[in-house]
Structure formats: C-alpha cells, structure tokens
Antibody, heavy 119, light 107 residues
Framework: EVQLVESGGGLVKPGGSLRLSCAASGFTFSSYSMNWVRQAPGKGLEWVSSISSSSSYIYYADSVKGRFTISRDNAKNSLYLQMNSLRAEDTAVYYC????????????WGQGTLVTVSS | AIRMTQSPSSFSASTGDRVTITCRASQGISSYLAWYQQKPGKAPKLLIYAASTLQSGVPSRFSGSGSGTDFTLTISCLQSEDFATYYCQQYYSYLWTFGQGTKVEIK
C-alpha cells in the first residue's frame, strides 16, 4: 500500500524557516517524481514544487521561488521542503504527492501538515 | 501559466441526480487533464486522468470528457459519499495549475 506521511509543520514567525519531511513507503520511491502541493485555509489547491526521481529536474511555483528548496533522499525514501523567509501567505496545509512516470498529475497524496506563519 | 476555470463554483444537488462540472483551460492542453475529489479535512483523491480515464477503484458513475480547452466531469447518479469539492488540474505544461474548485452540496 502506498503511504506518504508528512511531518514538520507548525507555527513560525514571519521571516522564519521550517523544514517539512515526507516519508514514503509501499512503492519504489526512487522511480517517481515527487511534489509539494499546498492549500491555504478555505482555499483551493496550489502546486508548490516538483523534483524528478533522480533530482535532475526541479521546479518551483513563482510564489516560492528563491525561498523554498525541494530535495529528496532516495536511500531514506524521503522528500523534503526547506522553507525560508516565510510569509503570512505561506500559511497552508502542505501535502506531498506522487506523480506517476512521464506525467505530472498526482496519484497519491499524504494527509498533509499544517504550516502557520504568524507573529 | 495556464489558467483553469471551473463552473459552477458551487451548487446543491440531491442523491440520485446527474451532475456535470465544467473546466476550461486558458489555452489548449490536449487531454492532459485530471480531476480530483476532496472531502473536508482530507487529502485530494485522484478520480480521472487523461481527461477520461478512470483511476483504479473509482466508481463507474464518474466519467470525464473533453480535449483542448473544454472538459467536463459527470457523476451519473449522485451518492451521499459524493458530496465534496472537485478540482480539475492541467498537467500539459509547467506551471501545473488547478481550477478553483466546485463544491457539491446536499440540497
């Protein structure tokens, strides 16, 4: 069974940093692109960042470019999102999501972790 | 970025109704269109990809159609568990974008 479990969310002050993790199991993690998708309270879904299976290709939404860094450790079956210079508008539930090969849709999602940016 | 616009934003329906949700892309995306269902407090769930292919395990009352810029999600006979918010997503080109969502509520 595919499982994605996020952790690392919490309350942080504006300008602060946070590192999210996503632990994957039930599939060959090193064969799949992985993504972060977020959802602000009461709002819709926003794709944040994507990393290819071997980390060769990395993409960011304009809203986080230069502040967030996606990475992965295939030996640990783990995905990460380092978030710096956080703003109030970054407040959201952050989901990690798997993309099937040769595609950028999201076939499995974690349960999400809440990041709140507030003073 | 390709803009995805869903209509309506919300509506009320009854169990047993046939419902249709529309998604329009700001430029052609071929059939690179997915639909997701999200219930309150839960992660989204993939329903349909490639505009019309049902994800494994999704009931056959769900169907999708369209190509280019105009797409529809149809639920042929609404069940109680289908009351949720539905999102379309284009995966034709980076930046991958979602529609704003359509909330299906109980009448």
């Amino acid at each position: 069974e595919v499982q994605l479990v996020e952790s690392g969310g919490g309350l942080v002050k504006p300008g602060g940093s946070l590192r999210l993790s996503c632990a994957a199991s039930g599939f060959t993690f090193s064969s799949y692109s992985m993504n972060w998708v977020r959802q602000a309270p009461g709002k819709g879904l926003e794709w944040v960042s994507s990393i290819s299976s071997s980390s060769s290709y990395i993409y960011y939404a304009d809203s986080v470019k230069g502040r967030f860094t996606i990475s992965r450790d295939n030996a640990k079956n783990s995905l990460y999102l380092q978030m710096n210079s956080l703003r109030a508008e970054d407040t959201a539930v952050y989901y990690c999501a798997r993309a099937p090969p040769l595609s950028q849709l999201f076939d499995y999602w974690g349960q999400g972790t809440l990041v709140t940016v507030s003073s | 970025a390709i803009r995805m616009t869903q209509s309506p934003s919300s509506f009320s329906a009854s169990t047993g109704d046939r419902v249709t949700i529309t998604c329009r892309a700001s430029q052609g995306i071929s059939s690179y269109l997915a639909w997701y269902q999200q219930k309150p407090g839960k992660a989204p769930k993939l329903l349909i990809y490639a505009a019309s292919t049902l994800q494994s395990g999704v009931p056959s009352r769900f169907s999708g159609s369209g190509s280019g810029t105009d797409f529809t999600l149809t639920i042929s006979c609404l069940q109680s568990e289908d009351f949720a918010t539905y999102y379309c997503q284009q995966y034709y080109s980076y930046l991958w974008t979602f529609g704003q969502g359509t909330k299906v509520e109980i009448k």
